[in-house]
């Protein structure tokens, strides 16, 4: 008998949790899944926006991405990118979430000074970085005129109009990093620190030996979702160099953009879609072995 009634409790925990779970999957099924679905089959056609009719296409789509020259150069620019900001980024991150776990008077204020540019709306950065790079009234051409220097075209440039958005990026990404990288420290136990002054660490050996390989599921986070979030990079191009000068800064979510709703091919935007999401998620995949770990604290 109470076999039988625990069975019957199961059955209706498993009935309300069924119910609690089905609207979330319809929603994802509705928005998610089946536009995805959708994109992939598109993928496979010579889908234009301006046109009611498609014609099926079979993998040329994919084939002609191997060769497009364009394609290349916005995944070069979106990997160049990333390799950029995910060191730099991280180890900035890395070092405020050090300092302000510090017990200080004020540190509240530097915490917070630290993570306002993540509430900043990414396109109000983008057009406040905007304006400070002009190299007519820009404020930072004008401390550089102040002190004698030649002003700089920082997004008309080729050279150096990629580090302009990866400066603005950094610079708002950075305190949310931050935020991960201090709820990481504050999990390890202050006692592994003690012990090991006690054995005659100093602090650069204490980091090493105990910070960092403790930090080592927060660093694998951090670096995956940096690594997602920058190749995947879009508002910040968009808003301040629309890909140029000479598309320079063209990433592969702009190729993307551009394919799709300017040139109105939707088959070959849906593929190159497709065929980086795939690179991104093998990626993911790399990372996720590499910092595979089995410390526990």
Same mark, same amino acid.
């Given at each position: 008998?109470?076999? +039988?009634? %625990? *069975?019957?409790?199961?059955?209706?925990?498993?009935?309300?949790?069924?119910?609690?779970?089905?609207?979330?999957?319809?929603?994802?099924?509705?928005?998610?899944?089946?536009?995805? %679905?959708?994109?992939? +089959?598109?993928?496979?056609?010579?889908?234009?926006?301006?046109?009611?009719?498609?014609?099926?296409?079979?993998?040329?789509?994919?084939?002609?991405?191997? #060769?497009?020259?364009?394609?290349? *150069?916005?995944?070069?620019?979106? =990997? &160049?990118?990333?390799?950029?900001?995910?060191?730099?980024? !991280?180890?900035?991150?890395?070092?405020?979430?050090?300092?302000?776990?510090?017990?200080?008077?004020?540190?509240? =204020?530097?915490?917070?000074?630290?993570?306002?540019?993540?509430?900043?709306?990414?396109?109000?950065?983008? #057009?406040?970085?905007?304006?400070?790079?002009?190299?007519?009234?820009?404020?930072?051409?004008? $401390?550089?005129?102040?002190?004698?220097?030649?002003?700089?075209?920082?997004?008309?440039?080729?050279?150096?109009?990629?580090?302009?958005?990866?400066?603005?990026?950094?610079?708002?990404?950075?305190?949310?990093?931050?935020?991960? @990288?201090?709820?990481?420290?504050?999990?390890?136990?202050?006692? +592994?620190?003690?012990?090991?002054?006690?054995?005659?660490?100093?602090?650069?050996?204490?980091?090493?030996?105990?910070? $960092?390989?403790?930090?080592?599921? !927060?660093?694998? %986070?951090?670096? $995956?979702?940096? !690594?997602?979030?920058?190749?995947?990079?879009? $508002?910040?191009?968009?808003? !301040? #160099?629309?890909?140029?000068?000479?598309?320079?800064?063209?990433?592969?979510?702009?190729?993307? &953009?551009?394919?799709?709703?300017?040139?109105?091919?939707?088959?070959?935007?849906?593929?190159?879609?497709?065929? @980086?999401?795939?690179?991104?998620?093998?990626?993911?995949?790399?990372?996720?072995?590499?910092?595979?770990?089995?410390?526990?604290?």
């Amino acid at each position: 008998m109470k076999r +039988l009634k %625990f *069975a019957a409790y199961d059955k209706q925990e498993s009935r309300a949790a069924y119910l609690f779970i089905f609207p979330a999957f319809l929603l994802l099924a509705l928005f998610i899944f089946y536009p995805m %679905f959708r994109a992939l +089959l598109i993928s496979f056609q010579n889908y234009n926006l301006i046109s009611t009719r498609s014609a099926f296409a079979g993998l040329d789509n994919y084939a002609k991405l191997f #060769t497009d020259r364009d394609f290349g *150069a916005s995944l070069w620019h979106s =990997f &160049y990118f990333t390799l950029v900001v995910l060191p730099v980024q !991280t180890a900035i991150s890395l070092g405020l979430a050090l300092l302000v776990q510090r017990k200080f008077r004020g540190v509240g =204020f530097f915490r917070t000074v630290y993570f306002i540019p993540v509430v900043v709306s990414f396109a109000i950065a983008s #057009t406040i970085f905007k304006l400070l790079y002009n190299k007519d009234y820009g404020m930072l051409n004008v $401390i550089l005129k102040g002190i004698g220097l030649q002003g700089v075209d920082f997004l008309s440039n080729p050279d150096i109009s990629m580090w302009g958005i990866i400066i603005l990026c950094i610079w708002r990404a950075m305190g949310f990093v931050m935020i991960i @990288f201090l709820a990481g420290l504050n999990n390890i136990p202050e006692s +592994l620190y003690e012990a090991a002054h006690v054995d005659g660490a100093n602090p650069l050996q204490r980091f090493y030996l105990i910070t $960092i390989p403790l930090l080592k599921r !927060t660093m694998a %986070f951090v670096v $995956i979702i940096t !690594t997602m979030d920058a190749l995947k990079i879009f $508002i910040p191009i968009y808003i !301040t #160099t629309s890909g140029g000068p000479a598309g320079s800064t063209s990433t592969v979510v702009h190729f993307i &953009y551009e394919t799709a709703f300017k040139q109105m091919n939707m088959g070959y935007a849906a593929a190159a879609a497709f065929l @980086f999401f795939f690179l991104v998620l093998a990626i993911s995949v790399v990372q996720l072995r590499i910092f595979r770990t089995d410390v526990e604290y």
